[in-house]
């Protein structure tokens, strides 16, 4: 295989970005006087679930609410994303380990970066602004986001999107996931995929996956990825 791109998830895989996530659907449960409220648990069981307007229609359906109705879930989504935006702004999320190390000794070394992600591209940029100071674009050639596919994770869509723009075989990049979900949707893509769990997913079956590593610091790396530049 000659390498070309490194194609990241968001959530979970470039930052711990979840709790940050159910705070922001709580705060906008809330604000909007409902009578919902996720905890840890709840939130770990509807992340089988990807997409935030999928979790709540998921919820409601489980509870066997006749309301709020997709129009509303629509709604509450476009202002817990908001939230989710204020909350990143704050200061509360750093990038897990190795993450910005990684990146930078890729486009030392001539890869070009992208994202494939079942979170909405606003999601993206606030994380960038957060943790590199910069726009999405400034970090990644490439972004393909889960409001710009017609399925979300485990299926393929979404990179297959990010090949369609990078314009490259999957056999030239490799993915980078943090759950079960997003392994099948880059296998099924067929793109070689290194796993490093998060918080959220630990506990997830990750058996098939190429490499499964605590994280992205050097020596976790696969020997492709053993950049000389990478500090």
């Known amino acids: 295989m000659i390498l070309k791109a490194l194609i990241f998830d968001v959530d979970g895989t ?12 709580n705060r906008t449960f809330n604000e909007a006087d409902f009578d919902w409220f996720w905890t840890v648990e709840d939130y770990a069981r509807l992340l089988k679930t990807t997409g935030g307007k999928e979790r709540m229609t998921r919820h409601r359906n489980d509870i066997r609410a006749e ?3 997709d129009k509303e879930i629509a709604e509450l989504h476009r202002r ?8 990143v702004a704050s200061g ?11 990146i930078k000794a890729a486009k030392g070394n001539g890869l070009r970066i ?8 606003p999601n993206v940029e ?7 100071g910069r726009s999405a674009s400034e970090i990644f050639d490439v972004i393909a986001a889960g409001d710009e596919v017609n399925a979300k994770k485990p299926a393929p869509d979404v990179f297959e999107l990010a090949l369609q723009r990078l314009n490259l075989a999957p056999e030239e990049c490799i993915a980078f996931e943090d759950s079960r979900n997003g392994l099948n949707s880059a296998q099924a893509a067929g793109i070689p995929v290194i796993v490093t769990p998060s918080a959220y997913t630990a506990d997830e079956d990750f058996s098939g996956a190429e490499w499964v590593v605590p994280d992205l610091t050097l020596p976790n790396l696969p020997e492709l990825l053993q950049f000389k530049s990478i500090v």
């Open 114 to 121: 992208a994202v494939a992600t079942t979170t909405n591209r």
């Open 67 to 69: 309301w709020p109705g």
């Open 14 to 25: 470039l930052a711990e970005t979840e709790e940050a996530h159910r705070k922001a659907f």
């Open 92 to 102: 509360e999320l750093k990038l897990r380990p190795g993450v910005s190390q990684l």
């Open 80 to 87: 817990k994303t908001d939230i989710y935006g204020d909350i």
């Open 126 to 132: 606030a994380l960038c602004d957060a943790c590199w």
